[in-house]
Nanobody, 124 residues
């Protein structure tokens, strides 16, 4: 089993940047695909970005393409989500999730392990 802890959230102005981290413990990350999802108050949890377990494949929601970049550092057991040109509609709790030997899936059901989330707030 793998435990996930997100960090890096905060309050930023429109157009600003943040880098979220998803750190794993309990297992090494090199065999896990990782996805980022977000949930705003009163809304469904939605897919943001994902990276395959080998790191060769990534996927992004249309709403974040060109602004967000997901990357994986197996040596540090950490996956990052670099976010630039942030907009107020990016405000949400961001959660990472992991799937053993998974692909870069946008489906919530593909992931077995979830973190608690980190809050991102973008002010207008």
């Amino acid at each position: 089993q793998v435990q996930l802890v997100e960090s890096g959230g905060g309050l930023v102005q429109t157009g600003g940047s943040l880098r979220l981290s998803c750190a794993a413990s309990g297992r090494t990350f090199d065999r896990y695909a990782v996805g980022w999802f977000r949930q705003a108050p009163g809304k469904e949890r939605e897919f943001v970005a994902a990276i395959s377990w080998g790191g060769s494949s990534t996927a992004y929601a249309d709403s974040v393409k060109g602004r967000f970049t997901i990357s994986k550092d197996n040596a540090k057991n950490t996956v990052y989500l670099q976010m630039i040109s942030l907009k107020p509609e990016d405000t949400a709790v961001y959660l990472c999730a992991a799937a053993l030997r998974g692909g870069a899936s946008s489906q919530r059901r593909a992931y077995d392990f979830w973190g608690q989330g980190t809050q991102v707030t973008v002010s207008s």
